[in-house]
């Protein structure tokens, strides 16, 4: 059971696609108002949603095949760093300009006890399917990074998961640990959709195929894949983290940190199709361009 938002003529529309294919329009406003209807009712949302469809007609256009934005507006996106050994292996790399030769504080932070959390994101900075993410002019060596997002309410409860992609510089990171900000947040440097998948439909987090793909003029130059199996921490230990002494807004998104690294020869082109697949959650896909191409029309 996954939540989407599509746009039909002026007005955004919330909506749901069942597990059998079939897509129905939800008369809620957004994701977290669902939710706050469901818990009123005294139900899940899972078995609010099946009872709401039972009188619903199903959209005529396949879910995909809909104008989709992003499946909520969440207020903030914040990821977590090297929570995989191959992200450990990456910032290590680029720490160490490739020499490997010493153990940095990237080894550390994968083995404290305390995770490594970070403003990625805000609404305005984020983008949904099909829209165009962002290279940075003073970068030059630029990749994305598949992500499992956890969508939170206030309490820090996971509502659903949706794909994310963390747009990254990695030499302005590993030049200096400080420039993190800068390697990380600036326009269109976040994407997350199509969909949400509702918790209780997902048997095992820990066990979601997820894969990279990247063209350039219609060539596939990166096919990466891994599984969230290799996840180093568990999702409510980084969600306890991030609301320590910290105010959590409903459809916060916490992205859990990536398991695919592009090869370090790879750096992202302008016009590069961009593909994140996580396995029943949905694939999203985006264009990279710079920021003084966002005014063209896309091709």
């Known amino acids: 059971m996954r939540i989407f938002r599509y746009r039909e003529d002026s007005r955004i529309i ?54 989709l934005l992003t499946p909520l507006d969440a207020p903030e996106v914040w990821a977590a760093g090297v929570t995989y050994q191959r992200s450990r292996e990456a910032r290590n790399y680029e720490a160490t300009a490739g020499k490997l030769d010493a153990s940095t504080f990237y080894d550390k932070v994968y083995d404290a006890d305390r995770p490594e959390l970070f403003m990625k994101s805000t609404a305005a900075r984020t983008v949904g399917p099909g829209e165009r993410v962002c290279l940075r002019s003073d970068s030059s060596w630029q990749v994305p990074e598949a992500e499992l997002g956890l969508v939170l309410d206030r309490t820090g409860a996971i509502i659903g998961y949706t794909t994310g992609n963390d747009m ?91 398991c695919l690294v592009p090869p370090n020869h790879f750096t992202l082109a302008s016009g590069d199709r961009i593909e994140i697949e996580i396995a029943g959650i949905g694939t999203l896909v985006n264009t990279a361009v710079y920021a003084h191409e966002l005014e063209l029309e896309p091709a």
Not at 15 to 35: I, K, Q, S
Not at 38 to 54: F, H, I, W
Not at 210 to 217: E, H, K, L, S
């Open 168 to 258: 990254s510089c990695r030499d302005i990171e590993g030049e200096n640990p400080l420039y993190l900000p800068q390697a990380k947040i600036y326009r269109n440097s976040c994407a997350i959709g199509p969909f949400v998948r509702l918790t209780g439909t997902v048997t095992d987090p820990y066990n979601l195929a997820i894969a990279c793909r990247v063209y350039r003029d219609g060539v596939k130059v990166v096919d990466e894949s891994a599984n969230t199996g290799q996840l180093k921490r568990r999702l409510e230990e980084l969600v306890e983290y991030l609301k320590r002494d910290n105010a959590l807004y409903d459809g916060t998104v916490l992205l859990t940190g990536t």
């Open 14 to 67: 919330l909506g749901v696609l069942m597990e059998d294919g079939a897509a129905y329009r939800l008369n809620a406003p957004d994701l977290m108002t669902l939710v706050s209807e469901a818990r009123k009712a005294g139900a899940t949302t899972e078995a609010y949603v099946q009872s709401l469809v039972l009188d619903l007609p199903p959209i005529q256009e396949a879910a995909e095949s809909l104008p």
